[in-house]
């Protein structure tokens, strides 16, 4: 079930929450939402799934509009909000109950939906225990669990892993996208290397807007540009080494950016746009008998990414 998000605005008084933002969501695919504290990721969420209503905008889940059809929107979305609300002095199996007959579940089907909502998100042995005994992590997988248990088409999760343990987090994001397969998939998170590792695609959002949208690939080589390569060699000193880097501009326009600090053999180069230097670095080392002893691709990081992004 496709999610399309035309021109969405929420305002809070004079703050612009989500500033006239656009995208969709295809079905089989798992949406990262990237962005600061307070850059607009938890209103878009909440927008979707028709718990608040935008100042201005259209919203499509499938063929249901969250504006003038929540009730429909609701039945179709399976949604773990980032402060999850659980009745802690329910047991486990019987919150799950619960809400399954809140999701309109026929009766019979129940048992059986309780019982694999327990073996998917890994609580056999809490099913008994009440919420409120469970530690972070386990209530973490309830929320999960109650989003999961009417089979929804569409599944929201704003920070799924939170207080999860490192063995946890790596299940429940190959849960994920096991899930992400079949459904649609739009998640937040603060921990970068979880959207990389989670997602098809990433969304960065900045102060309401959108301000990079792609693959994690294609915003690395967005962001990077120019072609960067650490280069060590042995056999010549530095005073020798920039002219021959010089030279190498009329071949392949490369400038040495910097020398390592503690290796005054080592240097960063910078080719120019769409143009890669490592052939020629390679072919004037061995005409000059030099030992080549790194030619490293610098690779630009998510991380560099969304800094560069996000603190403007």
Known sequence: MDIVVKNLTKKYGNQRAVDDISFEVRTGEVLGFLGPNGAGKTTTMKAITSF??????????GEYSAITQADEVKRVIGYLPEHNSLYTDMPVIDYLKFVAEL????????PDRILEMVD????????????GELSKGYQQRVGLAQALIHDPEVLILDEPTTGLDPNQIVEIREL?????????????????????????????????????DGTDE???KHAQGKEIIRVSVEGVDRNEFIPVVQELQTVDSVDPVDSEEDNSNSFEITSHLDMSSRKAIFQQCVEKGWILTEMTLIVTKLEDVFHDLTMN
């Open 52 to 61: 608040l209503r935008p100042d201005a905008g259209s919203i499509l889940v």
């Open 103 to 110: 999701q309109g579940i026929d009766k019979s089907r129940i």
């Open 120 to 131: 998917v998100c890994g609580l056999e042995g809490e099913k008994h225990k009440k919420i």
């Open 176 to 212: 994920i996208k096991k899930i992400g397969r079949e459904k649609t998939v739009i998640l937040s998170s603060h921990i970068l290397a979880e959207v990389e590792a989670t997602c098809d695609r990433i969304m960065i959002i900045n102060k309401g807007k959108i301000v990079a």
């Open 218 to 220: 294609e915003l690395k």
